[in-house]
T-cell receptor, first 110, second 117 residues
Framework: EDQVTQSPEALRLQEGESSSLNCSYT??????LFWYRQDPGKGPEFLFT???AGEEKEKERLKATLTKKESFLHITAPKPEDSATYLCAVQDTGGFKTIFGAGTRLFVKA | DGGITQSPKYLFRKEGQNVTLSCEQNLNHDAMYWYRQDPGQGLRLIYY???????QKGDIAEGYSVSREKKESFPLTVTSAQKNPTAFYLCASSMESSRPPGANVLTFGAGSRLTVL
């Protein structure tokens, strides 16, 4: 059964303090791994898709990486506006559904 | 601008009532989905539809029903059979239905918060 586990549940950073969020996944065959950002009371917004181990993608202060069992979302010199919940999700090659992790709530203090 | 519109944003239901959440998209996407989000849990799939007039149960379909009469619309009814309906409901759509390669990136609406009184 496909499974996604994110850690930590919550992360508190000072502005400028870089860190990483972890996403561990189990799938029979990976079709794609996704990162979304969700602000309180709103729908998730797409950030990245990663398809194969070794792939990396960047957007402003965010960088996503992928191994065969994990993905990391690296946040470099975060700002308060980066505060949100970050969701990791996977699709496997045998199905159509997207399976989500519980998310990591990020708080960045000025 | 293209996107997904969910309504209402907030909804209150008395026990024993059925309520319907609206979801409309103008992205010309083939597939549409309903997810439920509870505090501390990931999004859980309720129903999904890959084409008009066809839909499949997700992981937690009991107590819910859907229809897909138009490509643009995918309403969700929360019936009185759903024992714990208080949650945040998210509608999403994606361009590809089931064709490989490439994965289906989901576009989400703003959500509807349902509270049972």
């Amino acid at each position: 059964e496909d499974q996604v586990t994110q850690s930590p549940e919550a992360l508190r950073l000072q502005e400028g303090e870089s860190s990483s969020l972890n996403c561990s996944y189990t799938v029979s065959g990976l079709r794609g791994l996704f990162w979304y950002r969700q602000d309180p009371g709103k729908g998730p917004e797409f950030l990245f898709t990663l398809y194969s181990a070794g792939e990396e993608k960047e957007k402003e202060r965010l960088k996503a990486t992928l191994t065969k069992k994990e993905s990391f979302l690296h946040i470099t010199a975060p700002k308060p506006e980066d505060s949100a919940t970050y969701l990791c999700a996977v699709q496997d090659t045998g199905g159509f559904k997207t399976i989500f992790g519980a998310g990591t709530r990020l708080f960045v203090k000025a | 601008d293209g996107g997904i519109t969910q309504s209402p944003k907030y909804l209150f239901r008395k026990e024993g009532q059925n309520v319907t959440l609206s979801c409309e998209q103008n992205l010309n996407h083939d597939a549409m989905y309903w997810y439920r989000q509870d505090p501390g849990q990931g999004l859980r799939l309720i129903y999904y539809s890959q084409i008009v007039n066809d839909f499949q149960k997700g992981d937690i379909a009991e107590g819910y029903s859907v229809s897909r009469e138009k490509k643009e619309s995918f309403p969700l009814t929360v019936t009185s059979a759903q024992k714990n309906p208080t949650a945040f409901y998210l509608c999403a759509s994606s361009m590809e239905s089931s064709r490989p390669p490439g994965a289906n990136v989901l576009t989400f609406g703003a959500g509807s918060r349902l509270t049972v009184l």
